[in-house]
């Protein structure tokens, strides 16, 4: 699982021109879900995103307040194209979860975090629809988190996989040039037939 965390003055997601969710200073969360995620997942992206420390105390130190020691809010928006693994210059999603399944999974999520925190103060976008996001980031801060699966980067491994897989089936299917001359029947009256190295084994084993 993958987040970016912004600070922000206000914030607020539109869809079809029409303003659905609004909050003032606080942080906005782009959330992008993985198809490995799991509950565990869940729980560490939760507890990290109420308790980063972003904002400054009453004596104006920074990085000493999380969001919740401040009582602001939160923007949560669903974010799959944070799943994106580049094919050349192509954005290529398969890594992030399917939709049918990532909705159910990003409810959870909202659900944890008004568990966790003040359900009144959790805002969110709209799953699955086409969305404008206004962030005023303050700042800027922009801080970028990930779950503890997605940091021993098990995607890449598994991409790595896949191409080796290709690679072998393909060796398989198509025979280089010196196996089709080796597996190619020799034609007896050819005079190349018994010259170079493999003649002279031949001759060798005749009497």
């Known amino acids: 699982m993958k987040a970016i965390i912004q600070l922000v003055t206000q914030a607020s997601v539109t869809v079809g021109g029409e303003q659905i969710s609004s909050i003032g200073r606080g942080i906005c969360v782009l959330l992008g879900i993985s198809v ?5 997942e869940l729980e560490h992206m939760v507890r990290k995103i109420l308790n980063l420390r972003v904002f400054e105390d009453e004596s104006g130190k920074h990085w000493s307040k999380s969001v919740m020691d401040k009582q602001y809010e939160v923007l949560c ?31 959870n999520f909202i659900e ?35 779950s503890p699966a997605a940091t021993m980067d098990p995607k890449q491994l598994t991409k790595l996989e896949k191409q080796q897989q290709r ?7 198509v025979p280089s040039e010196s196996s089709r001359e080796r597996n190619a029947p020799r034609n007896k009256d050819d005079p190349s037939a018994s010259s170079g190295a493999e003649g002279d084994v031949s001759s060798e084993r005749e009497p």
């Not at 996001?133 to 801060?141: F, K, M, S, T």
Request: aromatic share 8%.
């Open 36 to 40: 490995e995620d799991t509950h565990k």
């Open 112 to 146: 944890q975090l008004k568990k966790a925190y003040k359900p009144e103060l959790i805002k969110v976008g709209k799953f699955g629809a086409y969305m404008q996001v206004n962030i005023q980031n303050d700042g800027p801060v922009t801080i970028e988190l990930e």
């Open 77 to 107: 928006v669903s974010q799959f194209t944070l799943q994106c693994i580049l094919k050349g210059n192509k954005p290529d999603y398969h890594m992030a979860m399917p939709a049918e399944q990532a909705e159910s999974f990003y409810n």
């Open 167 to 173: 690679k072998e089936k393909t060796r398989t299917k």
